[in-house]
């Protein structure tokens, strides 16, 4: 837990601008995570009907930020994270609720497994996820993976919670 351990404290300095705060997130991610080598963070719409992503590093380095998801088109995985905390993929193109990214997602992005944690507003509903992909191979994830990505989402969550979600729909 190289990146992870000061993430509170970063998350909750005033100096650092949002762009930054969503960056090291993610980042933490990726460095905590060995076999992880894409990571993104989603915010789901009040109605649950999207999710935007509001930083996305991908295994090249690549940052970007504003791919929409819709639950039309995804509707298992949308049905699963919203009601539960974690979806643990290692094979994702197969796995029941994550082989619905198939077609628009997974080929794009040259995605094989995925490792999501959902993070709450006010500790009650789902706000949006934290999502660990691996590209190229699959990889098998382990319990300390799960564990890591916990963590960092719950740093992350009472940031998200209470800076970006009102932030970044009054911005876009």
């Known amino acids: 837990m190289v990146q992870s351990a000061n993430l509170s404290v970063y998350l909750s300095n005033p100096r650092v601008s949002l762009k930054e705060k969503l960056l090291k997130i993610c980042l933490a991610v990726k460095s905590d995570i060995p076999t992880c080598d894409r990571v993104s963070i989603w915010l789901f719409s009040a109605d649950y009907s999207e999710m935007t992503s509001l930083m996305c590093i991908d295994e090249e380095g690549t940052k970007s930020k504003g791919e929409v998801l819709f639950a039309k088109d995804y509707g298992d995985y949308f049905e699963h994270i919203t009601n539960q905390e974690i979806l643990v993929a290692s094979d994702a193109r197969v796995n029941e609720i994550s082989k619905c990214f198939n077609v628009g997602y997974f080929d794009v992005h040259n995605i094989h497994s995925m490792l999501d944690v959902t993070f709450l507003k006010d ?38 919670s209470n800076n970006v979600f009102d932030t970044y729909f009054t911005e876009n």
């Open 123 to 160: 500790n009650s509903s789902p706000l949006g996820l934290v999502c660990c992909e691996r590209t190229g191979t699959k990889t098998e994830w382990q319990e300390n993976d799960v564990e890591v990505l916990k963590s960092i989402s719950t740093k992350a969550s009472l940031f998200i």
